[in-house]
């Protein structure tokens, strides 16, 4: 007899029941197990990142965390829900009273939130909390988030708001104030494969690593995406998933297929380049995705050249060849590669004739292999002497000499905000203040935004970077691992020396003969 069950799709069938199944939001689950263990739970959450990294999901498993009874019926909130109590099972299946799940998107206005206003003043019928989750909050309108804000701002004991969103940006501040909030990360590729591996097994599928891993790069760190495309691969492998069938569904060029045309670039072989574009495209690879696959090629041997580490989704020979050409090409020949793909890709899109767009931008790349460098070019010709001749075509051009240093690229940030300080007061200070450094490499920067920033602070940062230092500044917003702010620092050191003070013989003996004096102020002998 046939499975009566209904298909479910893997998206829905392998989510997270538990926080332990939650994968990539290690900081956020151990942030609330500290709070819940701790009796410290905020009135209102605000879930943030992008599609598919957990969030309904997380403001779900919140739910049942602060209602689970525990399967004897006398626990209490717990962050890890036995999920076979009558709360647990009724929230898992979208059915419990008090826990009620709003789309914003479709309940934008007032009307709606005034029923939530109104259904707050009751207790739970049955659970411990009435939770509330608006799922998509920035999609409410100004009136609806002006009628919230003194529900939000003291609810009764009894109720929790859960708010998730896509874009934190478009939640208003008075709104952000009120929530305690969670930035879900971006779930690394490497784990969104291993993660897979484990759905293969239980879906008794076979699957190569390498087609784990290609769906892994194509899902960009959400969990939802990678699941449906590995759905999609597996119905289109007839049970078996390879990464020529990846491939082909994702309209993938093979990446070694990808190396050997950046080699014929780099080699100035336009015959070659025409070809291997020829064969890409008979073999259904869109001329998009093939100049996407140059520049992340491009961007690899770059990111090799500075050292930024092996990215596990590589294979030894992407790693050698990346190596390789760090090693003979140069940070101008590589800046503008990237610079002429990127171009060449915006075309593509836009071009009545994708692929002929995509063999000019190429061709482009191939002629300009074969031009001198144009800062030898420029110091030449002011030196009076000839310029340089052009390299053979079918040779690669020689790596230019190393760039002279620059003086007047700021030595540190701090001396970089110092330098801003003397144009933009305002935008320094912002920088100062709101911003932690991730990585300082002139002319590149990238920031991690500590408090909510303006749409227009990257621009504005890299157009008075570029009138200080007469360089194009490639500026950035990132959400990695970086410094306390200026600020913060700042007032750690001043902390630091006022702690040193204290504990100095003379203030100590000073102390303890007269309890009640405080320190006001003091003043350090320069060595």
């Not at 197990?33 to 309904?56: E, W």
């Not at 080699?267 to 140059?294: F, M, T, Y």
């Amino acid at each position: 007899m046939a499975d009566s069950q209904p298909y479910r799709v893997l998206a829905r069938k392998y989510r997270p029941q538990t926080f332990a199944e939650l994968i990539g939001q290690d900081a956020m689950v151990q942030t609330l197990g500290n709070a819940i263990r701790r009796g410290r739970l905020a009135h209102a959450f605000l879930l943030t990142g992008v599609r598919g990294v957990g969030k309904t999901s997380t403001a779900r498993l919140i739910a049942k965390a602060l209602n689970c009874v525990g399967p004897d019926g006398t626990g209490g909130p717990t962050i890890d829900p036995c999920g076979v109590c009558e709360p647990c099972k009724a929230i898992a299946e979208g059915r419990h009273i008090d826990v009620v799940e709003m789309d914003a998107a479709s309940h934008t206005g007032i009307d709606d939130i005034r029923e939530i206003i109104e259904a707050v003043r009751y207790a739970a019928v049955s659970a411990r909390f009435k939770i509330y989750i608006v799922d998509e909050v920035h999609m409410l309108s100004k009136a609806a988030f002006n009628g919230l804000l003194k529900t939000l701002e003291e609810p009764p004991a009894h109720v929790k708001f859960l708010f998730a969103t896509t874009e934190v940006n478009k939640v208003p501040v008075t709104v952000l104030s009120r929530c305690q909030r969670f930035d879900l990360r971006r779930i690394p590729a490497e784990t969104l494969s291993q993660h897979f591996a484990r759905v293969i097994n239980a879906e008794d599928v076979e699957a190569e690593p390498e087609a784990l891993a290609l769906i892994a790069r194509a899902a960009e760190g959400s969990a939802r995406d990678g699941l449906s495309i590995l759905d999609q691969a597996i119905a289109h492998g007839s049970g078996a998933v390879t990464a020529a069938q990846v491939r082909d569904m994702l309209g993938l060029s093979d990446r070694g297929a990808v190396r050997g045309l950046f080699g014929r670039l780099l080699g100035g072989d336009a015959p070659g380049v025409l070809a291997a574009v020829a064969e890409q495209h008979a073999l259904g690879v869109d001329p998009a995705g093939l100049l996407r696959g140059l520049l992340e090629v491009a961007h690899g041997v770059t990111r090799t050249k500075v050292g930024g580490g092996n990215d596990p989704a590589l294979s030894e020979e992407e790693r050698a060849a990346y190596a390789e050409w760090a090693s003979r090409l140069g940070f101008a020949q590589l800046h503008r590669i990237w610079q002429l793909l990127l171009k060449g890709h915006a075309e593509v899109q836009t071009a009545a004739l994708p692929n002929e767009a995509a063999e000019m931008a190429l061709l482009r790349i191939v002629h300009a292999s074969t031009l001198p460098d144009p800062s030898e070019l420029a110091r030449r010709i002011i030196e009076g002497g000839p310029p340089a001749p052009a390299a053979a075509p079918g040779l690669p051009s020689p790596p230019p000499p190393p760039p002279a240093p620059e003086q007047r690229l700021p030595a540190d940030f701090a001396a970089l905000v110092e330098a801003v300080n003397g144009q933009r007061a305002h935008l320094a200070q912002r920088l100062h203040d709101y911003t932690g450094l991730i990585r300082y490499a002139p002319p590149l920067l990238e920031l991690k935004p500590l408090k909510p920033i303006e749409p227009e602070f990257v621009r504005d940062v890299g157009a008075v970077l570029k009138t200080l230092t007469g360089t194009a500044w490639t500026v950035s917003l990132g959400d990695g691992a970086a410094e306390p702010s200026l600020l913060e620092q700042e007032r750690a050191a001043e902390a630091a020396e006022r702690e040193a003070v204290l504990a100095s013989p003379v203030v100590r003996a000073a102390f303890e003969n007269f309890p009640d004096a405080e320190l006001t102020g003091y003043t350090l002998k320069k060595a």
